[in-house]
Nanobody, 124 residues
Framework: VQLQAYGGGLVQAGGSLRLSCAASGRIFDSSVMGWFRQAPGKEREFVAAIRWSSGTTYYADSVKDRFTISRDNADDTVYLQMNSLKPGDTAVYYC??????????????????WGQGTQVTVSS
C-alpha cells in the first residue's frame, strides 16, 4: 500500500488546515492510521491515530481539543483537521499505517507504512 499525504501549507497562528492521507491499497479493519510530525532538529512525534474499524481515536496532549482525526472508510482516506494552530505546530506532517497494532499507537516504530510528508508552517 502507498500513502499520499497532502493539504499542508502556510497559515497564520490561530488559523486552520486540513490534512488528508489517501491510501492506494485496501485498508484492513484491523488497521491503525496515524499522523506524526517532525520539526527541524527534533525527533518525529506522535500527533493522532485512529482505529479503522471502531473509529477510536488517540491524541497527543499537545494537540488535544485542537486537532481532530477522522477517516472515510469508503475512500480509504484519513484526515487531520487542525484548528487554533500555533507556531509550535510547524513541522512536516506524515501519515502512517499499520495493519495490526494492539497498543503503542503513539510509537512511530510500530508503523510500517509511511506517506511522503507535507509541510505545515504556522506564522506568528
Amino acid at each position: 500500500v502507498q500513502l499520499q499525504a497532502y493539504g499542508g501549507g502556510l497559515v497564520q497562528a490561530g488559523g486552520s488546515l486540513r490534512l488528508s492521507c489517501a491510501a492506494s491499497g485496501r485498508i484492513f479493519d484491523s488497521s491503525v492510521m496515524g499522523w506524526f510530525r517532525q520539526a527541524p532538529g527534533k525527533e518525529r512525534e506522535f500527533v493522532a491515530a485512529i482505529r479503522w474499524s471502531s473509529g477510536t481515536t488517540y491524541y497527543a496532549d499537545s494537540v488535544k481539543d485542537r486537532f481532530t482525526i477522522s477517516r472515510d472508510n469508503a475512500d480509504d482516506t484519513v484526515y487531520l483537521q487542525m484548528n487554533s494552530l500555533k507556531p509550535g505546530d510547524t513541522a512536516v506532517y506524515y501519515c502512517a499505517a499499520e495493519w495490526i497494532l494492539r497498543s503503542r499507537e503513539y510509537d512511530p516504530h510500530e508503523y510500517h507504512y509511511w506517506g511522503q510528508g507535507t509541510q505545515v508552517t504556522v506564522s506568528s
